[in-house]
């Protein structure tokens, strides 16, 4: 039952990634839910539930958003591994971690893509590009706190799942 609330959560969050938050971007910016539902997801389950939710999240936004398809999929798919393998060393329990954890993997994620991009011969204008890089992870960090006490509110127990 867990799963299938977290996979209906990352619909609902590809959802409003894609239509409702267009209605309250800042500076023509909006929050990345979807990166701060694999972030959520990483610290809640096994790394193997949370790989897969991971992966289909980077699917769901590869999908929705015109970019190099898979980009998204493989760097969400990095990020779990990467906060699987910090977990190890960090307690992630404490408040302020996560928010330090959302902002550099936001920043970083939106670097990556920025530069994959370029790579690929799309064009990013600097101003456009600097917008997202510093505006997107402060909006991003921002509403995590929000997300994350809605997607443990209803996954019920941390290692549950099913």
């Known amino acids: 039952m867990k799963i299938f609330i977290l996979v209906l959560s990352i619909f609902i969050a590809a959802f409003f990634q894609a239509t409702f ?35 289909f999240a980077g699917i769901l936004k590869d999908t929705f958003i015109v970019q190099g398809f898979g980009v998204n999929t493989a760097l969400f798919a990095l990020w779990s591994w990467l906060i699987f393998e910090t977990e190890k060393k960090i307690s992630l329990e404490n408040e302020i971690v996560p928010l330090v954890l ?7 994620h939106n670097l990556l893509t920025g530069l994959i991009m370029i ?42 799942i099913f």
Request: contains cysteine.
């Open 102 to 108: 959302i902002a550099i993997i936001s920043f970083l």
């Open 119 to 160: 790579y690929l011969g799309k064009p990013v204008t600097i101003g456009h590009y600097t917008r997202i890089l510093f505006i997107a992870t402060f909006y991003t960090t921002l509403i995590f706190p929000l997300v994350q006490k809605l997607l443990r509110k209803f996954s019920l127990f941390k290692w549950q």
């Open 21 to 55: 938050l267009n209605h309250f971007m800042l500076f023509n910016v909006k929050p990345d839910l979807l990166l701060v539902c694999v972030v959520v997801i990483s610290t809640l389950l096994p790394f193997k539930w949370a790989l897969g939710l991971s992966v």
